[in-house]
């Protein structure tokens, strides 16, 4: 498998959608001139961490309006431009009703530890040791940012082990 050069790709690119289209000579370097942009951009992207690259899609989704459950009302309103007294009524009442809450280890019995350790690494990313140290920490939140169905069958499950377990 041979790598093209991403120059290469951005002028085959940009190249393809000139060649389509009449355009003076003015907008062709235009063009030649968004092409570096979005080179550079690419290139930006491609250096970032891990980390970086996670905290990107949350601001690039944010900045476009979207959050983990679809398009937030603001955003909505503001790539209209306009804002009505509708949609401040929703939010209002979006502000009211909650969709996402956190679900929060108070207690547990210590004969239940280890089917509680398991139960939590069952529905989160952590390793053993985390998974331990986090719920020794109690009270603690063990995950944030789960509707009501995601949330209630994690609730039972930690309750029927012998864990004290809130949504917050």
């Known amino acids: 498998m041979t790598k093209i050069p991403s120059k290469s790709l951005t002028k085959l690119f940009f190249s393809a959608r000139i060649s389509h289209r009449s355009l003076s000579t003015a907008t062709s370097s235009a063009a030649e001139t968004q092409a570096q942009k979005l080179e550079r951009i690419a290139d930006q992207l491609i250096d ?44 209002a009442d979006a502000a ?19 089917k509680i350790i398991k139960e939590v690494r069952s529905f989160t990313d952590l390793g053993l040791k985390e998974a331990k140290d986090l719920v020794e920490k109690a009270p603690v939140v063990l995950k944030k940012g789960l509707t009501k169905e995601e949330a209630n069958p994690l609730l039972d499950k930690l309750k029927a082990l012998g864990a004290t377990v809130v949504l917050e």
Request: aromatic share 10%.
């Open 96 to 114: 009211v009703e909650k969709v996402a809450f956190d679900l929060k280890l108070e207690k547990f019995d210590a004969a239940a530890k280890i």
């Open 48 to 91: 970032l961490t891990k980390f970086e690259k996670h905290d990107y899609a949350i601001l690039f989704r944010h900045k476009l309006g979207l959050n983990k459950y679809g398009p937030a009302i603001s955003g909505l309103n503001a790539a209209n431009g306009s804002s009505s007294a509708a949609a401040a009524t929703a939010a």
